[in-house]
């Protein structure tokens, strides 16, 4: 299984929490819980997803190491700052559950992440297990 192909499993899994959060709010909480499962599902989603971009660019280009990582943490900011931004205009603007909108964001992003954990347990059991030859013992010139 491939890196792209966990992504998206990830994706659906973390679309069929996301909706599931979103009918428990929906049951618990009403039409404002409805709406804060799938807003919220929707942010974690595109927050996650959009990640892979910046990681897709430095590959393709050929990049050092030093601009690849600076290149993450720009639009790592940037993707955190425009979320928050997102939050916060939901929470104000009152049609959405804050319980129900935070229960799903964990939801969500904990499944996203066991996607991932279970993609590289599955992955470093297939992969073979070097085991180095014991190296003969060195000689030194005391030997002698």
Do not use: K
Not at 26 to 34: E, V, Y
Not at 69 to 90: D, E, G, Q
Not at 123 to 140: F, L, N
């Amino acid at each position: 299984m491939t890196t792209a192909t966990s992504h998206v499993i990830a994706r659906r899994w973390t679309l069929g929490a996301g909706l599931a959060c979103s009918l428990a709010g929906w049951a618990a909480a009403g039409d404002d819980g409805l709406a804060a499962g799938l807003v919220a599902t929707a942010i974690v989603v595109a927050f996650l997803t959009t990640g892979l971009i910046p990681i897709r660019i430095t590959q393709g280009a050929g990049v050092g190491a030093g601009l690849g990582l600076a290149v993450l943490l720009l639009t790592y900011t940037l993707r955190l700052a425009l979320a928050l931004m997102a939050l916060a205009l939901i929470s104000q603007a009152g049609f959405a559950d804050t319980r129900w909108l935070g229960v799903t964001i964990v939801v969500c992003a904990l499944s996203w992440s066991a996607v991932h954990v279970a993609h590289s347990v599955r992955a470093s059991r297939h992969e073979p297990t070097v085991v180095p030859e014991p190296s003969a013992p060195r000689r030194t010139d005391d030997d002698n």
